[in-house]
């Protein structure tokens, strides 16, 4: 839906995406919506210890805390190359969500509840 309402392209990279203050993303990261979603962002399968519990523990409203985990995820180093390789990564769908939740301009949640959610009942 976002992408016919010309807010984000499906080749959007991470490196080009409107994260606020910039987010700290690889700029050689070339993953892009897609990408992201089918888990071929090179993003590793394996977070760092404390980055779903210091995600999880962060005040502010949901999206801050994506831009938090975003941050720390796609400033990782990967040693893989982009859509090399599949790696199921729960990292990865959080940086495709944060970049449609700020396409969107709105949280995910609200987002997917007038999207999705209402329209089905």
Not at 60 to 81: K, Q
Not at 90 to 114: C, D, R, V, W
Request: a positive charge; glycine letters at 12%.
């Amino acid at each position: 839906m976002l992408v016919d309402e010309g807010k984000i392209r499906w080749d959007t990279t991470i490196a080009a995406a409107p994260f606020p203050g910039g987010g700290r993303m690889n700029a050689d990261q070339k993953c892009d919506v897609v990408t992201a979603a089918h888990n071929r962002a090179g993003v590793p399968g394996e977070a760092p210890p404390d980055l779903w519990s210091r995600r999880w523990a962060m005040k502010g409203t949901p999206a801050a805390a994506a831009v938090g985990l975003c941050d720390r995820a796609g400033a990782a180093p990967t040693g893989r190359p982009t859509r090399t390789k599949f790696i199921y990564s729960n990292q990865g769908f959080a940086i495709g969500g944060a970049m449609l939740e700020h396409a969107a301009q709105t949280p995910y949640e609200n987002s997917s509840k007038k999207r999705l959610f209402a329209p089905l009942g």
